[in-house]
Nanobody, 124 residues
Framework: QVQLVESGGRLVQAGGSLRLSCAAS????????MGWFRQAPGKEREFVAA????????FYADSVKGRFTISRDNAKNTVYLQMNSLKPEDTAVYSC?????????????????WGQGTQVTVSS
């Protein structure tokens, strides 16, 4: 069983930066992937970024490429999402997720465990 707890979400002005954290407890597979998804009001949950736990390979949605950076601290079992140049359209509940198999990482179906989410609001 893996438990995920996100933190760091808050209100920020457009153009600002935030760093989200996701602390994982429990066993993380060596093939595992940690991902960030977001869901805005009235919209479906969408993929933001992912990182392979062992290799550190990263993956990004086109909408955040060049602005967001995902990273991990294996010793702390924590994944981070550094968000720069934030836009009002980045406003959403951001959730981290863990995939044991490391497959289908672009879609929610590929993930086995989810955090409760943290609200990010970007004002214009």
């Amino acid at each position: 069983q893996v438990q995920l707890v996100e933190s760091g979400g808050r209100l920020v002005q457009a153009g600002g930066s935030l760093r989200l954290s996701c602390a994982a407890s429990g066993w993380i597979s060596s093939n595992g992937v940690m991902g960030w998804f977001r869901q805005a009001p009235g919209k479906e949950r969408e993929f933001v970024a992912a990182i392979r736990w062992t290799s550190g390979s990263t993956f990004y949605a086109d909408s955040v490429k060049g602005r967001f950076t995902i990273s991990r601290d294996n010793a702390k079992n924590t994944v981070y999402l550094q968000m720069n140049s934030l836009k009002p359209e980045d406003t959403a509940v951001y959730s981290c997720a863990a995939s044991a198999s490391g497959r289908t990482i672009w879609f929610t179906v590929g993930y086995d465990y989810w955090g409760q989410g943290t609200q990010v609001t970007v004002s214009s």
